[in-house]
């Protein structure tokens, strides 16, 4: 008895509980005791080994297969999902502000100004006398008619800030105040969501004081480490900073 014990002990990997085994001298059951351990299967005679055996197979099995395409189907969903939130697919484009226009907050021609400038499509409203977008000549003139209109009921549809991280830009001294360029071409301009802007650095645009956007963070730290200022992200300017600028 203890050498079949003994044989199926060795054939196991992993065995558990109490297992009957007939005696092969009397034909009765007999119980000896076997480690207890993760699995154990028992046939009419004797232990069946549970071991898992590696197999060295070519290609995929099903369960493989299956595991991809779930996986390729989540990423594309995720990847959908994505461009969705983003708006990415139906977003108007910016334009060029590079025709002689006027700022539809203040007035001011835009191509005659310095400093960062904005365009903003509202979902059910257009500007007053041209097709959209409505434009600005600065950021605080861009956050500002945002406001305006928001209180009479306009809904922004997506807003575009010039974004001084894609443009070699300068800084130049006029009139005692440090001024920086304007850079107006349609590929300049990104989304506020993918913008963080600086503000208090004391570097000024058209209307005085600028929030300059910029669509990296290391781009922002450079221009903060040289001019000062203070890093936010560009939807998180309220009525009451602009009020300030």
């Given at each position: 008895?203890?050498?079949?014990?003994?044989?199926?002990?060795?054939?196991?990997?992993?065995?558990?509980?109490?297992?009957?085994?007939?005696?092969?001298?009397?034909?009765?059951?007999?119980?000896?005791r076997v480690p207890r351990a993760r699995?154990?299967?028992?046939?009419?005679?004797?232990?069946?080994?549970?071991c898992h055996l590696s197999r060295n197979v070519s290609g995929p099995t099903p369960t493989d297969s299956s595991r991809r395409q779930f996986v390729l189907g989540t990423v594309t969903?995720?990847?959908?999902?994505?461009?969705?939130?983003?708006?990415?697919?139906?977003?108007?484009?910016?334009?060029?502000?590079?025709?002689?226009?006027?700022?539809?907050?203040?007035?001011?021609?835009?191509?005659?100004?310095p400093g960062p400038s904005g365009q903003t499509y509202y979902q059910d409203n257009s500007p007053e006398g041209h097709d959209p977008p409505a434009r600005f000549c600065s950021t605080v003139c861009a956050y500002r008619h945002r406001f305006a209109t928001g209180n009479r009921g306009w809904t922004p549809q997506v807003t575009y800030l010039t974004d001084y991280a894609t443009v070699d830009y300068s800084v130049r001294e006029e009139g005692g105040a440090r001024v920086i360029s304007a850079h107006l071409a349609a590929e300049n301009f990104a989304v506020t969501e993918a913008l963080e802007v600086v503000i208090g650095s004391g570097i000024e645009g058209a209307m005085g004081p600028a929030i300059v956007p910029f669509g990296t963070t290391s781009a922002a730290e450079e221009f903060v480490s040289t001019y000062g200022g203070e890093i936010i992200a560009a939807e998180d300017i309220s009525s009451e900073l602009v009020a300030q600028q």
């Open positions: 008895m203890s050498d079949v014990a003994d044989r199926v002990h060795s054939k196991h990997c992993s065995i558990g509980a109490d297992v009957s085994l007939p005696s092969i001298a009397t034909g009765t059951a007999s119980i000896f699995s154990f299967d028992v046939y009419t005679k004797i232990a069946k080994p549970t969903i995720a990847a959908t999902g994505l461009a969705g939130c983003l708006g990415s697919s139906d977003r108007p484009e910016p334009v060029a502000l590079t025709e002689r226009m006027s700022c539809d907050q203040c007035g001011m021609v835009i191509t005659q100004q």
